[in-house]
């Protein structure tokens, strides 16, 4: 008995020590096909911007800017008062031939940023050559941090380059 009840209060407490900093889950974007899966960090939403607008297709004119958001991005490991986000950027065409790999386009956040600005984070892809127009390309973007590079957003989305 008493083994029981010290099993349950184990289970119980590891459970809630967890709680608090686990996550993991699926978000799709169902308009544009862009898809989120995320361990260990969360997010509210994530969706595709084109045009300084949320994209409702994933349809894209070549010369377009192309930015996936996260926002509602929390979890991150905390020194000294500063969040370590990383982001990964890899472009491939049918074939499954890289034209981008990016390992980390934020580099520039090395020395750490707040929790507050690392709750949206940001990918760009400039469309272009070696880009053609009626060419489907995949599209990943890998949100971590770079504290505990396991806690990842990871985001990929079919692009359908077309013309004018």
Partial sequence: MIIKQFFILATCLALFGCSGSFSKGVKKDLSTGLTATYNGLTLSEIYLVVDEQKANSNKIVLGKKVIVVANG?????????????????????????????????????????????????????????????????????????????ENEIKADITLLVVGL
């Fill in 73 to 149: 991005v929390d979890y991150f490991t905390v020194e000294n008062g500063k969040v370590f986000p990383g982001c990964s950027i890899v472009l491939t065409d049918k074939k499954g031939k890289e034209l981008l790999n990016l390992p980390d386009a934020f580099g520039h956040l090395n020395d750490g940023t707040s929790a507050s600005e690392a709750a949206t984070l940001q990918a760009e892809l400039n469309t272009g050559e070696p880009m053609l127009v009626d060419e489907k390309y995949l599209l990943k973007v890998r949100f971590y941090d770079k504290r505990n590079k």
